[in-house]
């Protein structure tokens, strides 16, 4: 999906949302909510640490304070701090909301914070034309994919162990995490043979 945005200041910030939110699993209100320090501004629901190995990211979600760790991507293309980091820089961005409006003219970035819609737009627009599920009519194209693609996606095709999923995406319950996932393997543990039967 990344591939389809264009490499000019709101395809930065775009690209940024969807890496950072993909391979934390966030929320689109905790994608939105984020600030680039602790106590930058009094709507903040969390904040953003850039590290050598990656970026820790610290939020007030449904279940309380958490942290989420994104980690470095396996090529810059696709590596979510790396974007985070473009966007930061190319936007200018040093204090305050993370990821904020553009201009009319998409040349400068505002302060005003975005709100959650625009995650759930910007999902429906790139699967669009990125050309995901193409054999299928846009009307139910547009029904499969929003706002919780991000953590379904992350939840279905993330290959650890359950309990690992279960930590980033803030759940309570494994339970609430199985939900989540899109395709689930049932047997991929295999207790019965385990156990020497």
Known sequence: MVAALPYDLRGLR????????????????????LDVHK????DSGGWIELHKKGSLV???GKT???EVEVGLGSSE???PVHALKQWLHFAKIDFGPVFVRTSRDGKRATEHRLNDKHVARLIKKTVLDAGIKSELPEVKRLALFSGYSLRAGLASSAEVD????????????????RKY????????VNLTKAAGL
């Open 14 to 33: 775009d690209r940024a949302i969807l890496l950072v939110g993909y391979a934390g699993g966030l929320r689109r209100s905790e994608i939105v909510c």
């Open 39 to 42: 106590d930058d501004t009094p």
């Open 58 to 60: 610290t939020l007030r």
């Open 64 to 66: 309380g304070w958490r």
């Open 77 to 79: 293309r696709t590596c």
């Open 162 to 177: 359950e309990r690992y999923v279960q930590k980033q995406l803030g759940h309570a319950s494994a339970e609430m995490t």
């Open 181 to 188: 996932q899109r395709r689930r393997d049932r047997f991929r």
